[in-house]
């Protein structure tokens, strides 16, 4: 063990509170899962929040729906078992789900990855070490800081968790991809896999994620702990599930951290049905290790780094519905700061939003963004908007009959506010 390790193990953290909130939630999930599988799920959420998707604090004017961004991205953390306190980040990933297109990524960070922790003097240190100092908000926020991405909320267990899960879910099914063959009697940990598919319990399925003999190191690591989230959330979408729920909460209880409150905990289960794992993208954030005083660290490469999260997460690509490209948008300042909204405009033309105007609002004092459908229908669009410009604050203001061969000059009108260039602070 570094000397860093041993500074490391030994910082206090702020230590999350085990099962925050879930014992609560009981009821309310247990309930959304019954009407998921008798499929009335989406009118049990509407009736509870509008649309199941939007938070209901979400300050928004008489007349008008709010709008969040289609992205939403889900900081997972695996912490070691090592010890009782001051836990390090064995695992490190954001899952992100676009409900735009069905959009999902996964990408992990390596634990050795090397960052100036937020809220730590200054020195870099490793990222896992961000949880031992101060528990998952500032695991959070350097990631924040250090990556350039928004994390929406965050999950942490640890193997002890895991290995409880798995046996309440009955089991992972997983593609062993080498043999497997390790003891450690000191640490009592033995692995022994042969190479392929096999169904897990909560002991082996510990060992296959410690497992480290690949030829590519802690990325072969990486890569075997993606497959097995894959192979997780396949799990979650069996309707065999359901008989499972009294176990599986008891063990979220005590195991799982989280900032999900009910509303959002409801509102992400659908989703899940709807979410197509097997053509979900997952990458590790590109780099190399090296040493630097006398301890292995990984340096990610930011500009490459960028493109992947711009890509996986933010999924900043083009969009491919036609009727979408076709829409007229304009867009307009009403935030005060015009070079900001000409950037955010011209990144929208390029990923194939059909931009036809941009220009000032009637002022530079609105609050919040504002989007003005002409047509109807363009709410799931708007939500994809919002991924440049934060929440907002939609109305549906259709316009009379156009004359026969007159075409309209824009169709939605986007009107910058002010929660779009905090939200870049």
């Known amino acids: ?145 250090v ?30 991809p080498q043999s497997m063959n390790y003891d450690d009697n000191a640490g009592n940990l033995h692995i022994h896999f042969e190479e392929g598919k096999q169904t897990l319990n909560g002991q082996q399925a510990m060992e296959f994620l410690r497992y480290r003999g690949y030829k590519n190191a802690d990325i072969g690591r990486i890569n075997a702990q993606q497959e097995f989230i894959k192979a997780a959330l396949h799990r979650l979408k069996s309707p065999s599930i359901i008989i499972k729920i009294p176990s599986l909460l008891k063990t979220l209880s005590d195991y799982v951290v989280t900032d999900l409150s009910p509303t959002q905990i409801l509102s992400y289960i659908p989703l899940l049905k709807e979410m197509d794992v097997d053509n979900m ?3 590790t954030i590109p780099g190399e290790a090296k040493i630097s005083g006398g301890a292995w660290y990984f340096y990610h490469d930011k500009e490459e780094t960028k493109k992947m999260i711009d890509s996986l997460i933010k999924n900043i690509n083009p969009i491919e519905n036609e009727e979408d490209k076709a829409v007229k948008i304009r867009i307009l300042d009403g935030c005060g700061d015009s070079e900001f909204v000409k950037e955010r405009a011209e990144a929208l033309q390029e990923m194939g939003f059909n931009i036809v ?34 929440v907002g604050q939609y109305k549906l203001e259709k316009r009379d009959p156009l004359p026969e061969g007159e075409e309209a000059e824009y169709d939605l009108t986007v009107i910058i506010g002010k929660n779009a260039i905090e939200g870049e602070e």
Not at 35 to 47: D, M, P, Q
Not at 85 to 103: E, F, V, W
């Open 1 to 145: 063990m570094t000397r860093e390790d041993e500074m490391e193990m030994k910082e206090a953290n702020n230590k999350g509170n085990k099962g925050k909130k879930i014992l609560k939630y009981v009821l309310v999930i247990l309930l959304a899962l019954i009407c998921i599988t008798a499929g009335g799920a989406w009118a049990y959420l509407r009736s509870l929040s509008g649309d199941g998707l939007i938070e209901d604090d979400t300050n928004v004017e008489d007349g008008y729906e709010a709008i969040e961004p289609s992205v939403s991205n889900l900081l997972i953390l695996g912490l070691d078992s090592d010890t009782k306190t001051n836990k390090r980040s064995d695992t490190n990933m954001i899952l992100a789900y676009d409900t735009y297109d069905g959009h999902m990524g996964l990408v992990s960070i390596p634990r050795d990855t090397r960052v100036q922790v937020v809220g730590r003097p200054k020195g870099k240190s490793r990222i896992n070490s961000a949880h031992s100092y101060g528990g998952p908000q500032m695991t959070v926020d350097t990631i924040e800081d």
């Open 147 to 176: 990556f350039h991405v928004d994390i929406d909320h965050y999950v942490t267990i640890d193997y002890d968790g895991l290995k409880k899960i798995v046996d309440d879910l009955g089991g992972i099914e997983i593609e062993i």
């Open 281 to 283: 993208e997952n990458e």
């Open 357 to 390: 105007e941009i220009g000032q609002a009637d002022n530079a004092d609105y609050k919040i963004t504002e989007y003005i459908d002409n047509v109807g229908d363009m709410k799931k669009l708007c939500a994809k908007i919002a991924n440049s410009f934060g």
